[in-house]
């Protein structure tokens, strides 16, 4: 019989979360790299807009601006993205040597 073991309240301790494990395929790393390199281009356009200091959010929005641009670089991507994705992918496979043909 296996002994389980018991907390101070006699009841057991709840179970462990599921590991997850990030998609590392070239496909995936390709559209995470598509989400930053968008959310340094809104960032940046972002930097150039003058705000006016009566309507601006102040110190708080100075703070999550870049928050907020890497966000909206992740929904870019998500959606149709700005096409460099396949282009960095086909790189990637091209380096780790997958590429059909290349042996």
Avoid: C, W, Y
């Avoid at 110190?59 to 928050?67: L, V, Y």
């Amino acid at each position: 019989m296996s002994e389980q073991k018991v907390t101070a309240a006699g009841s057991q301790p709840p179970p462990r979360p599921a590991t997850v494990h990030p998609d590392r395929s070239p496909g995936a790393v390709a559209r995470q790299f598509e989400g930053v390199f968008a959310g340094q281009i809104t960032k940046i356009l972002m930097e150039t807009v003058e705000q006016d200091p009566q309507f601006s959010g102040g110190h708080g929005e100075d703070m999550f601006r870049g928050i907020l641009a890497e966000q909206i670089g992740n929904q870019i991507a998500q959606g149709r993205g700005l096409g460099i994705a396949s282009a960095v992918q086909a790189q990637i496979i091209r380096l780790q040597g997958d590429e059909p043909g290349a042996r």
